[in-house]
């Protein structure tokens, strides 16, 4: 796993939005045993306690479960799995429109110019995949 710490939000918040980010993309699994805390807390060169809130956080949104002598898991509750990716897009949505409001564009255009730069971002992601 990657991780890239920024000063905007709390280091355990990102470290739940890096386990969002990958369950959206289908990197972790319904079921997937996750890292222990201190192999994370090692992985991501950050402090143990840091990973602990993480995680108490991820079990209180039921992102993970936790049984005694177990590892984490991801979740299996579809709901809950499908409401990481809307949760995600929404975010991204508001954060746009917050931004470009200001500018006052039609909705149409302003859908256009999104559509034309996702389509060219995609092609040009799949390109370079291969």
Do not use: C, W
Request: proline share 4%; net charge neutral; hydrophobic share 35%.
């Amino acid at each position: 796993m990657e991780f890239n710490v920024n000063n905007r939000e709390p280091v355990y918040l990102q470290v739940v939005r890096n386990f969002k980010q990958k369950i959206a993309k289908g990197l972790l699994e319904a079921g997937q045993e996750i890292p222990s805390r201190r192999e994370l807390a090692v992985q991501f060169n950050i402090n143990p306690n840091t990973v602990q809130k993480a995680y108490k956080e991820m079990e209180e949104q039921g992102l993970i479960t936790t049984e005694r002598n177990f590892p984490s898991k991801v979740t299996t509750d579809s709901n809950i799995l499908n409401g990481v990716r809307n949760e995600l897009i929404m975010e991204a949505v508001n954060e746009f429109v917050d931004s470009i409001k200001v500018i006052n564009v039609p909705v149409n255009e302003l859908l256009e110019m999104v559509k034309q730069n996702y389509e060219k971002k995609i092609s040009k992601s799949k390109g370079e995949q291969k």
